[in-house]
């Protein structure tokens, strides 16, 4: 790949956004790393600029409508556009329908449905106008899963799954393509600022993560290789894979088998 194709990583200051940084500069493109802390965003600016291309820390509350697009207007007069954008940014939280407040929702919502929102619109214009360039959400397998305990992060996923389906249809045939990743538990920071109404679904969260045996770098490389490929729906894991075919093809023993999974995670 050519060094001067330029992405954008919102939430590019830790985790998954930060491997995904490295991933591309890696592969010698100029990366934009956005984070609603800027120290973590220049933190890992100062981390590949190993790589020897140029990188930009910039600062974004993607839950806020004129944060987003004063990073649409720095990106813009740094590079004059955009070749992809990955909405990344996201927050963690638990609870159920019954039992997660309302401030909670409001709080889930805005930062990780309407924050992909945000990105869609404000740069799925500057790709048009160039006819070509990809967009890259961010979403989880808990907005596939169908789990206890994860209702509004779950329904904000969901919801950033089908806004990347219809903006895929929005913008067929017009050479900006649109990918959607659904990673499961991966060893991340993610629950970091977790909100939940009772401790049960953030002790469920860690249990989940500590089993995990991907790290960042590995969901980066496989989200890499999907969005180099044009894939639409990236499941990063073979478990991931296995799992959304067993729901689409078995929905009731694929719902059994999971709630005696839960059970039996929840006993130990």
């Known amino acids: 790949m050519e060094s001067s194709q330029r992405v954008l990583i919102t939430g590019a200051g830790s985790g998954l956004g930060r491997a995904l940084a490295f991933r591309y500069a890696e592969s010698g493109w100029r990366v934009a790393c956005a984070d609603i ?73 805005n930062i990780n449905l309407l924050g992909v929102v945000r990105g869609c619109r404000l740069f799925g214009p500057i790709l048009l106008e160039q006819g070509a360039g990809q967009i890259v959400n961010i979403a989880s397998f808990a907005a596939l899963a169908g789990g206890p ?9 969901a919801g950033v799954v089908t806004v990347s389906e219809g903006l895929r249809a929005d913008l067929h045939g017009s050479g900006v393509k649109v990918s959607v990743v659904c990673p499961s538990f991966f060893q991340t920071n993610l629950l970091e600022g977790f909100r939940a109404p009772d401790p049960s679904s953030l002790n469920m969260a860690k249990k989940l993560m500590r089993s995990a045996s991907e790290s960042p770098a590995d969901i980066a490389e496989a989200i890499f290789r999907g969005v180099a490929r044009g894939e639409f729906l990236i499941l990063p894991t073979s478990q991931v894979r296995n799992a959304w075919r067993f729901k689409r093809w078995f929905p009731d023993l694929y719902f059994r088998k999971l709630m005696q999974l839960v059970r039996a995670k929840e006993s130990r």
């Not at 291309?53 to 207007?73: C, H, K, P, T, Y």
């Not at 305990?149 to 996923?157: E, G, Q, R, T, V």
């Open 37 to 109: 802390r800027l120290d973590r965003a220049q933190e890992t600016v100062e981390l590949i600029t190993g790589f020897g291309i140029g990188a930009m820390a910039l600062q974004v509350d993607v839950g806020n409508d004129e944060s987003f697009e004063d990073l649409r207007d720095q990106v813009l007069a740094a590079w004059e556009g955009v070749d992809l954008v990955i909405n990344n940014a996201g927050v963690s939280g638990g609870g159920s329908v019954l039992t997660a407040s309302l401030s909670d929702w409001h709080w889930m919502l």
């Open 149 to 157: 305990n994860m209702a509004s992060y779950a329904a904000a996923k």
